[in-house]
């Protein structure tokens, strides 16, 4: 792909992004076998990357399915009053909408269990028009690894045949996959399917085969920053330091950031540091997206960057 179609050719759809996979009620906790209060909220990593693109302005869809539960006219409502276009979003009579639950302890890493619904999005319910009509879709290994596959490769598909740019966020939990070689293979396969792929630094290995081939390859290093290569030029940006509060949302708030950066054009490096603006936001906030910016509040960020 010519390093110009990066940005996205503009579509008639008018929509930017679309992205498609899982989302959860999360329920947090410190000790469940102790604590009389939780905090409940929603989430997905299809579901952070889109309020955080929505929220800086852009137009984005979801696509997923939940049950006809109140859990998931939460997620509906969440997305829906953020911007996000859930109008290809199906909700499923009989079905319950999965959940996390989230345990943490200090000086430890969270504790997370999924317990999935009986939702799954199937090929049949991804709209290959709309899909050919926008600027760039986005996944992720994890909607590969959650009974979504084959939908995801329809969409990733009907995006390369349509020359939409295609954004693979690799996102490899090993409590996901318990086969090792079948991750390497589904993960290495969607990643050689991107024109733009995001890999946290101790992913490389798995998706080695893929790290070539022309794509645009986002390093994630945590609080070391991240780095991207663009016509073979490497460009580096720092982290930024912020009060950590619940990192879990930080990865999929930085594709945001970077994918934000991207339509609007901005220097690789400007993409990578909206990209670590919007993890600090979501590190400082107990939920993954509901911290993140708008942005008007961009800039405060950047000043104190």
């Known amino acids: 792909m010519a390093p110009s179609a990066f940005y996205g050719a503009a579509k008639g759809s008018g929509v930017d992004v679309y992205t498609l996979g899982e989302a959860f009620a999360i329920v947090s906790s410190s000790r469940i076998r102790h604590e009389n209060e939780v905090r409940l909220d929603v989430t997905g990593s299809e579901f952070t990357v889109a309020v955080g693109l ?119 939990h090993d409590r996901l996959w318990p086969d090792l070689r079948e991750a390497e293979e589904v993960l290495g396969a ?12 101790s992913e490389l290995d798995l998706v080695k085969p893929a790290l070539g081939g022309g794509r645009q390859v ?7 920053g991240a780095s991207v290569r663009v016509d073979g030029v490497r460009h580096d940006a720092p982290g930024i330091v912020a009060p950590v509060v619940d990192p879990g949302g930080c990865e999929n708030a930085f594709v945001a950031g970077y994918l934000s950066a991207l339509l609007d054009r901005l220097h690789p490096t400007d993409r990578l540091r909206r990209g670590a603006q919007l993890a600090a936001f979501a590190a400082s906030s107990p939920s993954d997206w509901q911290g993140l910016p708008t942005r008007a509040e961009l800039p405060l960020l950047e000043l104190e960057g």
């Open 54 to 172: 929505a929220r800086l302005g852009h137009k984005v869809a979801w696509l997923g399915k939940v049950g006809a539960d109140e859990l998931g006219q939460r997620v509906l409502t969440a997305l829906r009053g953020e911007g996000v276009d859930v109008s290809d979003a199906r909700t499923e009579d009989g079905s319950a909408t999965g959940m996390i639950l989230r345990e943490t302890r200090p000086g430890q890493a969270a504790k997370v269990t999924h317990y999935r619904g009986g939702t799954r999005l199937a090929q049949g319910n991804v709209p290959i028009d709309r899909i050919a009509a926008v600027r760039i879709l986005h996944v992720s290994g994890v909607t590969a690894a959650l009974s979504a596959r084959d939908a995801m490769q329809a969409a990733v598909r009907a995006a390369q045949a349509a020359g939409v740019v295609v954004s693979v966020a690799v996102d490899y």
């Open 190 to 201: 969607l990643a050689g399917s991107a024109d733009l792929l995001f890999v946290r630094q």
């Open 218 to 224: 986002v390093v994630l290093r945590g609080t070391r």
